[in-house]
């Protein structure tokens, strides 16, 4: 599976952006597409993942701010966040993870860089 982020750049504190990844390759039946990121000196970290099915997850720090949604058709994964601070600048990063039988595999894309200043 590849991974191709898109949509990160400068936004000020209180702004808008959205995310895009787009997924080629072979996929799984059952997989969990998602957002970390991951800022200077910091680990990476959850932001938000989809199921297949739909079901999401938030990290705390984004709940109520972020709305992650998937379309199948296209393979693509997006994450809207709203209310940006500064504490949001990260690399941003784009996950797959699969499982086929017992087996689990995980796919990361390049990192898109989010920078909020004003």
């Known amino acids: 599976v590849q991974l191709q982020a898109s949509g990160g750049g400068l936004v000020q504190p209180g702004g808008s952006l959205r995310l895009s990844c787009a997924a080629s390759?072979?996929?799984?039946?059952?997989?969990?597409m998602g957002w970390y990121r991951q800022a200077p000196g910091k680990q990476r970290e959850l932001v938000a993942s989809?199921?297949?099915?739909?079901?999401?997850n938030y990290a705390e720090s984004v709940d109520g701010r972020a709305t992650i949604s998937r379309d199948n058709a296209k393979n693509m994964v997006y994450l809207q966040m709203n209310s940006l601070k500064p504490e949001d600048t990260a690399v941003y990063f784009c996950?797959?993870?699969?499982?086929?039988?017992?087996?689990?595999?995980?796919?990361w894309g390049q990192g898109t860089q989010v920078t909020v200043s004003s």
């Open positions: 996950n797959y993870w699969g499982l086929r039988g017992t087996d689990e595999y995980t796919y």
């Open positions: 390759g072979s996929f799984f039946s059952i997989n969990v």
């Open positions: 989809i199921a297949t099915g739909g079901s999401t």
